[in-house]
């Protein structure tokens, strides 16, 4: 018989800890990044906690046998008898562990120190985004890698093995090229065509006709001092809102390249829209800067934006070249360009470039240009017409969107991956507010009796505007909320501007192997993108409501329209690679993208939507057993829908 030490009396028996499970007491090395030695006992015993990761190594026990952990009497009971060994394991206190993040040993329940199952960095459940999920703590089997290793899996710091968007080369130089071109040519449609495609004239030669189209542009749309003061002095009072005006702080995701650190964004929209239109106003009022003024300027602004678009767009490119700043390059220069080359610029370490230029320039521009058309109409005619007043409602609504909700923007897609190139500033200070808008130009540079519609007919899209705003505006705020609060970040914002059901109390949700959650529940119950649908819609009726007199104001849609497809294509890929069968199971459960036709009433609202403009698509769920009609909307048909289901599954 072998006797221990410890029953022998030459080494005192360890102090049991209950709740705690001893592994054999090894020194951390290297093995564990970032470990931080301060010359502490590994094995004190004044306080212990808890961490998750690889396997404590075999150990051989007195009878010969092999175990992964001492059998002492302070060894937890194993679950499934004595054969079964756990996953997890738990240390003693030690300051060679301690978070990747905030550096700090403690783990306690509900914030217990998690390793990596890829990398073996150790990450508290809170400090790490997403928030570690309860389910790796309590499930053996359970699989956790963190952010950083998805990261590098899914978007590596070397661009040259990223697929190219765009057409690549080819088709980025295009879009750079014909972008502006375009803008002139639907501003010189609007001006001097009476809304109508400027085509050549009959037995004129193609050089003269784009001759002409220069002539125009260069005596309409010259960028003379007052459309610089204007269109640099709404950008400079905009930042100075948003960087002295009251707000909140909130995080953005972890940024790999910059060992998962998380920037803090400061959030002032709210503050900055409303304070824009009391100065806007009282400008206008006073008769200092008659708000109508944008309309009179448009074509020289629109020069202002364009060169503006341009110049920061090289300087962004090549300061980023010059301060080694550049992330996910191909090696292609005009592609990079095109794409950008700095993931998060910013201007003094304050100004947030990227949040600055969504949230603000574009949105804030676009309301106020159909508030300048407003102001025309009524000091021409004295009144103001309910087609006007529709633009001048949805492109509030759009612009107090952005505002209200500005703390979700962070943690998009555009912050936290796209990189600050020609795409995202062109657009944004001058594609997206001087093209967007050309509905209200139409309406501005025309007689109401040309688009009037009828009062049911205004009414009907009034209703329906602000029903499918809903919509839209709750669906983006649940699925913000589900991952703030998943996360553990939620800040809930008091203002009078937040819609009921904002957030979904318990949602139904499908699990992932990457530690975050598929939300299942809410408008997300119904179809996958239907935030994109409402999109659709909104920019459907801004050229339904000034009728069919001019293409132009329908640019939007058509473009809009091919831009979503896009989005939506490479969100559902993005989305495929990351969260693997846990995607097609939710592709399994919600099968539509954009609108849920599956019962019923459902196909009795596409009717409605259909009476409105839309074509609406209505693919059976079944059409591999029958259709393509619905399967009825009573008890029988349940019982063949479900029957249906089994079978395809």
């Not at 400008?283 to 008659?290: E, I, R, T, Y």
């Not at 007919?457 to 602000?466: G, I, N, P, Q």
């Not at 991952?483 to 109390?505: H, I, S, Y």
């Not at 939007?556 to 995607?583: L, N, T």
Request: contains cysteine.
């Amino acid at each position: 018989m072998v006797s221990t030490r410890a029953q022998t009396g030459e080494t005192p028996r360890k102090t049991p800890h209950p709740g705690f499970v001893e592994t054999p007491a090894r020194r951390q090395s290297s093995d564990i990044p970032d470990a931080r030695s301060t010359g502490s006992d590994v094995g004190s015993k004044d306080m212990q906690m808890s961490v998750r990761g690889k396997k404590a190594p075999r150990s051989q026990d007195a009878d010969g046998s092999t175990s992964s952990s001492p059998r002492t009497p302070g060894t937890a009971a194993k679950r499934g008898g004595e054969g079964t060994q756990r996953k997890k394991r738990r240390y003693t206190k030690s300051r060679e562990i301690v978070c990747k993040l905030c550096e700090n040993p403690d783990s306690r329940v509900g914030n217990q120190i998690v390793f990596c199952d890829n990398c073996n960095t150790p990450w508290h459940q809170a400090c790490h985004q997403p928030r570690i999920p309860e389910h790796v703590i309590e499930v053996e089997e359970a699989e956790w890698i963190c952010a950083n290793c998805l990261n590098q899996k899914q978007n590596p710091a070397d661009g040259a093995n990223h697929p190219l968007e765009f057409g690549g080369t080819l088709g980025v130089s295009a879009i750079i090229i014909i972008s502006p071109l375009l803008m002139y040519y639907l501003w010189i449609g609007a001006t001097y065509y009476d809304g109508h495609l400027p085509w050549p004239a009959r037995n004129q030669k193609l050089g003269e006709f784009i001759r002409q189209l220069g002539s125009l542009a260069y005596e309409g749309a010259f960028p003379n001092l007052k459309a610089w003061a204007i269109y640099w002095g709404f950008m400079v009072f905009e930042a100075a809102c948003y960087l002295f005006l009251p707000g909140i702080t909130v995080h953005g995701k972890s940024l790999p390249h910059e060992k998962n650190r998380r920037l803090e964004y400061y959030c002032s929209g709210m503050w900055s829209f409303y304070t824009t239109i009391i100065v806007a106003a009282t400008l206008h009022l006073s008769g200092v800067f008659k708000l109508y003024t944008i309309l009179d300027e448009f074509g020289p602004i629109m020069s202002v934006a364009i060169i503006s678009g341009f110049s920061i767009s090289f300087i962004a490119y090549f300061s980023a070249l010059y301060r080694r700043a550049t992330i996910r390059m191909t090696g292609r220069p005009v592609y990079d360009f095109f794409m950008g080359a700095e993931l998060n610029p910013r201007l003094f370490g304050l100004l947030d470039l990227k949040m600055f230029s969504e949230v603000r320039i574009p949105w804030y521009l676009l309301f106020f240009i159909s508030c300048a058309a407003a102001a025309r109409q009524y000091d021409q005619f004295g009144y103001v017409t309910g087609e006007i007043m529709f633009l001048v409602m949805a492109h509030f609504l759009y612009a107090n969107a952005c505002a209200k909700g500005e703390e979700c923007i962070p943690t998009t897609w555009d912050m936290y991956h796209e990189k600050w190139g020609f795409l995202l500033i062109f657009w944004n200070l001058a594609g997206v507010p001087l093209t967007y808008c050309h509905c209200t130009l139409f309406l501005a540079n025309h007689a109401p009796s040309v688009y009037h519609w009828n009062p049911l007919a205004l009414t009907a899209f009034y209703v329906s505007y602000l029903s499918v705003y809903w919509i839209w505006d709750t669906a983006n705020s649940q699925k913000n909320h589900f991952r703030q609060e998943e996360r553990g970040t939620l800040v809930k914002r008091r203002n009078p501007f937040q819609l009921p059901w904002q957030t979904v109390k318990n949602p139904t949700i499908i699990k992932t192997q990457v530690g975050e959650s598929i939300l299942a529940d809410g408008w997300y119950g119904y179809a996958r993108k239907l935030h994109y649908t409402a999109d659709m819609y909104f920019a459907l009726s801004w050229a339904l409501i000034t009728g069919f007199s001019s293409p132009l104001p329908w640019f939007y849609p058509v473009f809009f329209f091919v831009m979503i497809s896009h989005r939506a294509y490479r969100d559902i890929q993005k989305c495929e690679a990351k969260y693997g069968e846990a995607w097609q199971e939710y592709k399994r459960q919600r099968i539509f993208i954009h609108v849920a036709l599956v019962t019923g009433p459902v196909s009795r609202f596409a009717r409605q939507i259909a009476g409105h403009g839309y074509i609406v698509a209505a693919p059976s769920s079944y059409h591999e057993f029958t259709g393509p009609e619905p399967l009825a909307y009573d008890g029988p048909g349940t019982d063949v829908g479900n029957e249906y289901k089994i079978r395809k599954v």
